[in-house]
């Protein structure tokens, strides 16, 4: 007798919860009662808003509104107010997601918003005030991400860079590195591909230093995958202890909603169950 995977089974169980909150959702929606919030998921640096991509079908599936906004990732306190500014066109409850750098965001963009009603983090950095996502990812060792980064100075808004190197710089992975530190679990095709498309994230933006943290006033979720070469997981497990979150660990890469996005689906219906 074949034993089924695990990703298997934890699709098909995700998959029939998907369903039956769909099913409840059209209930309530008829019944006249508060419609499903919107998910908000803002992606981190070395990536965009298609490493989602699984996760919206997911979503989508069972009735959720969903957005993945574009990160600019150009400085922390800027990224948070552009993510801010699309929190405001939304009505309704939202429940606010990020991945990685994005977990800097919305721990920022969620401030005075009173309809986020609840933050996810996807192997995500929940930073506290003035902590930064370069700061929390050495803190401790296990990240390759400081020996694969790759930097590239870009223009003042005057179109100029200064040839001492103080100017704006922008930080890659290594293309040779990404696979091992980013998404070890994935297929080497894909990240080839990744690679090539990543999007840089600016070091001032990396090293740029939070503001009051949101999750001290919206309750929290945590995904923490233990194989994660950016974030090393037990900082991860520091930042959600103290963000009070409900945790959840799967053994996964940096790239947990791509590797295994029935989990991180998962953990987003279990923050809409617990707060709806």
């Known amino acids: 007798m074949r034993i089924p995977s695990l990703r298997r089974v934890l699709t098909v169980v995700v998959g029939a919860a998907l369903l039956v909150c769909g099913s409840a959702a ?21 990536a965009d808003a298609s490493g989602f991509n699984d996760t919206i079908a997911l979503l ?85 991400l400081g020996e694969a980064l790759v930097k590239r100075p870009y223009p003042l808004p ?40 990543q999007r840089p994230g600016s070091v001032a933006g990396l090293a740029g230093p939070s503001g009051a943290p949101a999750w001290k006033t919206i309750p929290s979720w945590y995904l923490i995958p233990t194989q994660d070469k950016v974030i090393p997981p037990a900082v991860q497990r520091t930042m959600a202890e103290r963000a009070g979150s409900q945790v959840r660990e799967i053994r996964s890469s940096h790239v947990v909603m791509m590797s295994h996005p029935a989990a991180a689906t998962a953990t987003v219906l279990a923050a809409y169950a617990a707060t709806r």
């Open 158 to 197: 005057d179109g100029t860079i200064p040839p001492d190197g103080s100017g704006p710089i922008d930080g890659y992975i290594d293309p040779a590195k990404f696979r091992q530190v980013f998404a070890a679990d994935l297929p080497e095709h894909k990240t080839r591909l990744m690679a090539a498309t």
């Open 26 to 46: 059209a209930q309530a929606s008829a019944a006249g009662r508060t419609p499903k919030p919107t998910v908000v998921l803002v992606h981190g640096a070395f």
């Open 60 to 144: 989508q599936a069972a009735g959720f509104p969903t957005i993945a906004p574009a990160n600019p990732l150009r400085d922390a306190a800027g990224d948070a107010a552009y993510i801010s500014s699309v929190l405001d066109t939304i009505t309704g409850p939202v429940i606010l997601v990020g991945h990685s750098y994005g977990g800097v965001v919305i721990t920022n963009a969620a401030r005075g918003h009173t309809n986020v009603k609840a933050l996810v983090y996807l192997g995500a950095f929940a930073p506290d005030q003035g902590e930064s996502a370069l700061q929390l990812a050495t803190s401790v060792p296990g990240s390759l």
